[in-house]
T-cell receptor, first 113, second 116 residues
Framework: QKEVEQNSGPLSVPEGAIASLNCTYS??????FFWYRQYSGKSPELIMS????GDKEDGRFTAQLNKASQYVSLLIRDSQPSDSATYLC?????????????FGKGTSLLVTP | DAMVIQNPRYQVTQFGKPVTLSCSQT?????MYWYQQKSSQAPKLLFH???????NEADTPDNFQSRRPNTSFCFLDIRSPGLGDAAMYLC???????????????FGPGTRLTVL
């Protein structure tokens, strides 16, 4: 069973602070990693993808990947109340039907004004 | 704008009454996926099509079927919905299915299914 683990939260941060979301995965062969944001009752929306060890920055978002530790994280700088959502970590792993995107259960983020 | 469209957005059906959910895409992607997501759970892959090649997940119940008549459209058929099938059904597409950097999945808005 290839697993993606996230702390369910809720993670509460004040407006303007840095939110740090973490994810671990079990498949050592995984090469592609994604963060999706999901508002309540809506579908997942791609935030960032990362494939190489290190940091990748896009605006207020930074994804960090450490394949040796099987760990991927998402930092949100200058958090806004509109960032309040569930953040899903997703990892491609080999499955019986080819490559499948395995999702964590998500971390609920609450940004308080 | 290129996009993934799902219809209807909300579907109410009766226990045991067949229902069909629709997905279309203008991204011209090779792969189309169907996921089931229940409240506070991760999306669960039901099956996917690579072009016309159907790939079923091992634990997807036989009650769930899919059709892809052309590149743009894909349908999810639930033959005899049970109360446990009430969920959000998500359609996603990707250009390829090799698990690499070109295989980012993009989701439609979802269909919320209620079973009475």
């Amino acid at each position: 069973q290839k697993e993606v683990e996230q702390n369910s939260g809720p993670l509460s941060v004040p407006e303007g602070a840095i939110a740090s979301l973490n994810c671990t995965y079990s498949d050592r062969g995984s090469q592609s990693f994604f963060w999706y944001r999901q508002y309540s009752g809506k579908s997942p929306e791609l935030i960032m993808s990362i494939y190489s060890n290190g940091d990748k920055e896009d605006g207020r978002f930074t994804a960090q990947l450490n394949k040796a530790s099987q760990y991927v994280s998402l930092l949100i700088r200058d958090s806004q109340p509109s960032d309040s959502a569930t953040y899903l970590c997703a990892v491609y792993s080999n499955s019986n039907s080819g490559y499948a995107l395995n999702f964590g259960k998500g971390t609920s983020l609450l940004v308080t004004p | 704008d290129a996009m993934v469209i799902q219809n209807p957005r909300y579907q109410v059906t009766q226990f045991g009454k067949p229902v069909t959910l629709s997905c279309s895409q203008t991204l011209n992607h090779n792969v189309m996926y169907w996921y089931q997501q229940k409240s506070s759970q991760a999306p669960k892959l039901l099956f996917h099509y690579y072009d016309k090649d159907f790939n079923n997940e091992a634990d997807t119940p036989d009650n769930f079927q899919s059709r892809r008549p052309n590149t743009s459209f894909c349908f999810l058929d639930i033959r005899s919905p049970g109360l446990g099938d009430a969920a959000m059904y998500l359609c996603a597409t990707s250009r390829d299915a090799g698990g690499s950097s070109t295989d980012t999945q993009y989701f439609g808005p979802g269909t919320r299914l209620t079973v009475l």
